[in-house]
């Protein structure tokens, strides 16, 4: 078997150990390492901090823009006691490819930036012995990997990275490495679906383990009184005066797993559960049968040299900033988070859209460059033949591991295949037909499942949107368009747009509106960039959506600042944030804070 997607914890069967801190590192500048060898060990190496971005560590602008490999290595020891266990290595993730080697030997290899992966290293560790592991990380992109972009590679050799999306390419190992040790028999995989019965919580489970010893389940309260149980792999199980798991009032029951021969327990796990619906009905998205409103943000991961490693200081302080400004609800752009970001939305009963890293799937930001330097001619993404044969692969497989990871959650209310991909192009639609087919597979529970769609494919040109349950919006009227002195008239192309959306008679998200603002510049009368414009800006578009009843939700484009490649539209990076990127709010946040404590969770839109 693979990968188990479950989350490593310690119980009285399990043992994990977080191997991260500083390990060796070492630059892979002419692209020799993999010939030479050096999966063996390295040798002239530098240290680096893991987890993190490699990027923003160094004074060096060459390992910041760095295209190609970057090595790591470390040391572990592996106690004589786990002899009996399975023992893995497990990367939280690594952005976007690697190859693990323990003691020279290729133990895991994993493509794609935002998963965790493991390898198994009982056939090549030496017990009671301290083991190297050395790991290759690659972050280059193309048309057919996800997220997409382009290299242009200078004469000298240089690469140069062109991502097709509007953040920082950063790189490296970016959340924890454990160690795992797990019983021979144990848990691999759990599903749970939840329903509503009355007063009664119902939850249908299956369960897959790696033998054939019975099953036992307790469901525990938050108080740890186990409330009911079951047995077998596969059944139902129903809890009495449920307490529901509700935006901004949390409950999590513990689903606790154990194999067991009689009365010896082989393994036990324990899986946080809430229980909760969602539907789509008509133009509502209903949460535990009630029309939830989303009010939010689109975020990232993202903070100063950290870059977009996990770092636990600005986990918490964002969740923080979240419930000051009265938000119920976040889009994970581009890419899924850590997996310590959805337990503490699980926690703190944060609705979450959960998005794939399927991001730049636009040749727009290409034809940009091929017009600047006069090279290439005009292309469009979905006209390309490999994106119809290997993007595809790649995508379905982003989001197979997105829906094994996260499926669990009781916070993610809702999957986002895709962020803007040209869907102004005929080709695109039997690309996202069959995209949005496979999907509908994975989910027992049928979350509703879309994609963003941008400014390019306004209603009446998006060949995509009839596959979406929920309509996924990012408009910029009043910054892109229509900016400046235009802006009552970008309002009112904005209501007319809606107007067109809305006839589909599915519900609407604004899933993205923001204008670029500098923190602390000031301006009478406001002027673009400045912190009076955007808030001109955020009340134009305010009363844009609550013109248009199938507008269930506004998700603010960003929460905070965050990096970019450098360019001529960003200063430092990209300045929509409603705080700065050392999280202090603009006087936007202000604003929000108001508008989002006056409009209730439910029932917004009667
Ligand atoms: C949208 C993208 C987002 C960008 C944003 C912007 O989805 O990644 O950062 O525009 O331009 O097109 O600020």
Redesign the pocket.
């Known amino acids: 078997m693979k990968n188990s997607f479950l989350y490593p914890v310690d119980t009285c069967t399990r043992r994990v150990v977080d191997i991260s801190g500083i390990w060796k590192f070492k630059v892979d500048k002419n692209n020799e390492g993999r010939a030479k060898g050096w999966k063996d060990g390295l040798v002239d190496t530098t240290l680096m901090a893991v987890p993190s971005s490699y990027n923003d560590i160094f004074t060096d602008k060459d390992i910041r823009e760095h295209v190609g490999d970057v090595w790591y290595e470390t040391e572990v020891f592996i106690p004589v006691e786990w002899k009996n266990f399975n023992v893995d290595i497990r990367f939280g993730s690594a952005t976007h490819r690697a190859v693990v080697w323990v003691n020279g030997i290729e133990v895991v290899s994993h493509e794609g930036g935002y998963m965790p992966f493991s390898g198994r290293l009982n056939d090549v560790v030496k017990f009671g012995e301290k083991n190297k592991v050395v790991v290759v990380v690659n972050n280059e992109l193309d048309y057919t990997t996800i997220p997409c972009g382009t290299i242009k590679t200078y004469e000298d050799g240089k690469k140069i990275l062109f991502p097709f999306?509007?953040?920082f390419n950063y790189s490296g190992l970016h959340r924890q490495v454990k160690l795992v040790a797990l019983p021979k028999e144990s848990v691999y995989d759990i599903t749970v679906k939840t329903d509503i019965k009355g007063k009664d919580g119902v939850i249908d489970y299956e369960i897959i383990t790696t033998g054939n010893s019975d099953v036992i389940i307790d469901i525990l309260d938050e108080d740890e009184k186990v409330v009911e149980t079951g047995n077998g792999k596969k059944g139902s199980i129903t809890i009495n005066d449920v307490n529901l798991w509700k935006p901004g009032n949390a409950y999590l029951y513990t689903f606790n797993v154990k194999i067991v021969n009689g009365d010896t327990v082989i393994d036990d796990y324990p899986l946080p559960v809430g229980i909760r619906t969602v539907e789509v009905k008509e133009n509502r998205i209903l949460i535990n049968g009630e029309p939830f409103y989303f009010k939010g943000f689109?975020k990232?991961e993202d903070c100063e040299y950290h870059g977009r490693g996990y770092n636990p200081v600005v986990n918490l302080r964002d969740f923080e900033l979240l419930n000051w400004i009265g938000a119920n609800s976040v889009r994970t752009?581009?890419y899924p988070y850590a997996e310590e970001f959805m337990q503490m939305a699980d926690r703190k009963g944060l609705v979450v859209i959960d998005e794939t890293p399927a991001?730049g799937m636009f040749d727009m930001l290409n034809n940009f460059i091929a017009a600047g330097t006069g090279a290439g001619k005009k292309t469009g993404f979905f006209d390309r033949k490999e994106v119809h044969t290997k993007t595809i692969v790649n995508h379905k497989d982003a989001i197979r591991e997105l829906l094994l990871r996260d499926k669990n959650h009781p916070c993610v209310v809702m999957w986002c295949l895709a962020?803007?991909p040209d869907t102004s192009q005929d080709a695109s639609a039997p690309y996202f037909k069959q995209i949005f087919e496979y999907a509908k597979t994975l989910d027992i529970q049928n979350r509703p499942m879309t994609f963003?769609n941008?400014?390019m494919a306004p209603f009446g040109k998006c060949k995509v949107h009839e596959y979406a349950d929920v309509i996924l919006l990012?408009r910029?009227y009043g910054?892109?368009m229509q900016g400046g002195p235009e802006l009552p008239y970008a309002k009112e192309i904005f209501k007319k747009e809606l107007q067109g959306w809305a006839s589909t008679g599915k519900p609407i998200i604004i899933?993205?509106y923001?204008a670029?603002t500098m923190s602390g510049v000031h301006k009478l009368p406001s002027v673009m960039w400045s912190e009076e414009y955007q808030q001109e800006y955020l009340n134009a578009q305010h009363e844009a959506f609550d013109s248009c009843d199938n507008v269930v939700g506004e998700q603010m484009?960003?929460f905070a600042d965050?990096q970019?490649t450098e360019g001529i539209?960003r200063v430092n990076g990209?300045k929509?944030g409603a705080f700065t990127r050392t999280r202090q709010p603009k006087g936007a946040a202000y604003l929000l804070k108001e508008r989002w404590n006056n409009i209730p969770d439910y029932n917004y839109k009667k």
């Open positions: 999306f509007d953040f689109g990232h752009a581009h991001v962020n803007e963003t941008f400014l990012n910029y910054w892109y899933s993205e923001g670029d484009w960003n965050f970019t539209m990209n929509k």
